[in-house]
């Protein structure tokens, strides 16, 4: 081998050297970037997993929120419901009464809203009709000596119940009437009995 040679075998020997290193380098520095890109996409792919899962708890909590809003809703719209059936239930059961029983409850209505002076009772046709013989006689007894009522022998046009006149002031004595006057007390009264 000439000097010549052994000086382009010494180069290459560092050339090759260098390259290795170079090389070297480079992989380490390939492999520091791979691993860095992997840890920046496992750090955003949980990220993305966790934002995912935050909308996904907050629209379940909202969805059970929405459907126990709604079941209340229903329950109590449940509850009315079955309040409103008792009640007309009630009232059914009132304007079917006997006769007997049926004009007792009259007269009890006409004793606590007959006012001071002559007052004139309107009945409806059929209540007319069925009126027990002796019942204004009955009233008059029942009433204090400052009220008297006489029963008018036009009918009312009213389904049932009464309607007290006297002069230009009227008091509606209807079941109708009193029943929708009095019907949040009476779903106050129910509920606790129904619901308890």
């Keep these: 081998m000439t000097g010549l040679d052994k000086i382009l075998s010494k180069i290459a020997q560092q050339s090759q050297i260098k390259c290795d290193e170079i090389d070297n380098q480079a992989k380490r520095?390939?492999?520091?970037?791979?691993?860095?890109a992997v840890q920046k996409a496992t750090n955003e792919a949980q990220s993305i997993v966790d934002e995912a899962q935050a909308k996904a708890d907050a629209i379940i909590k909202s969805a059970?929120?929405?459907?126990?809003?709604?079941?209340k809703k229903e329950c109590l719209k449940a509850k009315n419901d079955i309040i409103n059936d008792v009640i007309a239930a009630s009232y059914e059961k009132l304007i079917t009464l006997p006769d007997k029983d049926y004009f007792d409850v009259i007269l009890s209505l006409c004793i606590s809203n007959a006012q001071n002076g002559c007052?004139?009772?309107?009945?409806?046709?059929a209540d007319l009709k069925?009126?027990?013989?002796?019942?204004?006689?009955?009233?008059?007894?029942?009433l204090e000596d400052s009220k008297s009522i006489k029963i008018s022998g036009i009918a009312a046009d009213i389904p049932n119940g009464f309607i007290l006149?006297?002069?230009?002031?009227?008091?509606?004595?209807?079941?109708?009437?009193?029943?929708?006057?009095?019907?949040?007390?009476?779903?106050?009264?129910?509920?606790?009995?129904?619901?308890?």
């Design 119 to 125: 007052g004139i009772m309107h009945l409806c046709k």
């Design 64 to 71: 059970k929120n929405a459907a126990d809003s709604a079941y």
């Design 29 to 36: 520095e390939a492999q520091a970037l791979w691993e860095d």
């Design 130 to 142: 069925r009126m027990p013989k002796n019942f204004e006689q009955t009233l008059s007894q029942m």
């Design 165 to 196: 006149s006297y002069g230009d002031v009227e008091i509606n004595c209807t079941f109708h009437a009193i029943f929708d006057g009095l019907h949040d007390e009476l779903k106050d009264a129910v509920c606790p009995i129904l619901f308890s």
